[in-house]
């Protein structure tokens, strides 16, 4: 199975303090840092760019988990892997041509490639970036519709992590949206083995509790699994 993966999204951190923020979470037990990167275009909201992650990249070593809610992201392929990136993550809804070449940048750049869907979005259209000469390396199920923190998770997008865990035992799969004590469980069980999480670690009176609880849930997820 693949191995658990934590990712506290940074988004719901102290932008001020970003760098003593990604710190703190590792401390806490973080395995990755999201990065939430919006255009204000396939999404309404604006966030953050390649410069913020050059800066922070200086700060830390820590795996950062891009995710580009953009339209054209092979525009951002050289700026983000000049920047530091570990993971970038585009949207499948927007590199249905592409996204071969998408992919050979992409790991060309040293970062690792994974593709992102709408909960809009059927689990079906991600299948031929799994099965191409050059397949992406992650797939994220977006849990709630991507562009603002602290919505609610959609439990029936847990029939889209079966169908993926089903196909693809060792694939990772990514959950982002709504992911928190309440609802990991969920998640877990459905086989995601990457949790995405935001208000619910930030927000905590001990986030290292709650990071420790959802790298647990999906441990156990997978034993019982096995057995």
């Known amino acids: 199975m693949p191995t658990p993966k934590i990712a506290p999204s940074m988004l719901s951190s102290d932008f001020a303090n970003l760098a003593s923020e990604a710190q703190r979470m590792l401390t806490f037990g973080a395995d990755w840092l999201h990065m939430d990167i919006m255009d204000g275009h396939f999404v309404p909201n604006l966030t953050i760019g390649a410069p913020v992650i050059e800066s922070l990249r200086k700060h830390t070593k820590a795996y950062l988990d891009c995710h580009l809610m953009v339209t054209n992201p092979l525009d951002y392929v050289e700026i983000f892997g000049k920047a530091g990136a570990s993971g970038f993550t585009f949207h499948v809804e927007v590199s ?29 259209e991600v299948y031929p970036l799994l099965e191409g000469e050059n397949p992406v390396e992650m797939v994220l199920v977006m849990t709630v519709e991507p562009g603002f923190g602290g919505q609610k998770f959609m439990p029936d997008m847990m029939n889209k992590v079966r169908t993926l865990r089903e196909k693809y035992p060792k694939l990772d799969i990514e959950v982002d949206g709504g992911l928190g004590p309440s609802t990991i469980k969920t998640a877990a069980a459905a086989g995601a083995n990457c949790i995405v999480a935001g208000s619910s670690v930030f927000g905590a009176a001990d986030p290292a509790e709650v990071i420790s609880l959802l790298k647990t849930s999906v441990n156990e997820a997978q034993k019982a699994t096995i057995n």
């Open 96 to 124: 249905k041509d592409n996204w071969q070449e998408l992919v050979k940048q992409i790991k060309s750049k040293g970062m690792r490639p994974g593709v992102a869907l709408k909960p809009g979005t059927p689990i079906e």
